[in-house]
């Protein structure tokens, strides 16, 4: 319930109309609402969060796998990305699973295809041998000052 009031809403519709007509009816109930253009644009919109959570997962693979070349820790060489200028957290390197980030790259991929980032991220975890964890175990962002 708390998540539910605390994050932005987005709502899209094929008529602007009815995009609104949904999002009084979440405002009237409490919630917060941010009304978007289209559906197509939030639809865009999530792709490219998912792969810019991927994006961010593949560099910390490729950095765990700088660390196992020279044989340092991982988790300590993340010490000086503590910066106010960068995401207040850092990633784990495991494998990428799940049914959000590698599936929205092939839709991505349906849009424009072989796309820079999308194959980066999609040759970054073929290269990772471990199974993908889940439910509990999944991979999440760790905010510095946090144990895993």
């Known amino acids: 319930m708390r998540d539910m009031l605390e994050f932005v809403k987005y709502v899209g519709a094929p008529t602007i109309e009815g995009a609104k007509a949904a999002a009084l009816g979440l ?12 559906a197509t644009v939030l639809e865009l919109a999530k792709l490219f ?63 424009r295809p072989g796309g820079v980032f999308t194959t980066a991220v999609r040759v970054s975890n073929d290269e990772v041998v471990e199974e993908p964890l889940n439910g509990e175990d999944r991979l ?4 510095f000052g946090q144990n895993k």
């Open 27 to 38: 405002i009237e109930a409490g919630l917060t609402v941010k009304v978007a253009s289209s």
């Open 49 to 111: 969060q998912t792969t810019y959570t991927g994006i961010l997962v593949a560099w910390a693979q490729e950095m765990a796998r700088y660390c196992d070349e020279v044989g340092v820790d991982y988790e300590e060489s993340q010490a000086l990305n503590d910066q106010p200028w960068l995401p207040p957290c850092w990633f784990q390197p495991g494998k990428i699973g799940g049914h959000c980030i590698m599936p929205n790259l092939r839709t991505l991929d349906q849009i």
């Open 140 to 143: 999440w962002p760790v905010p």
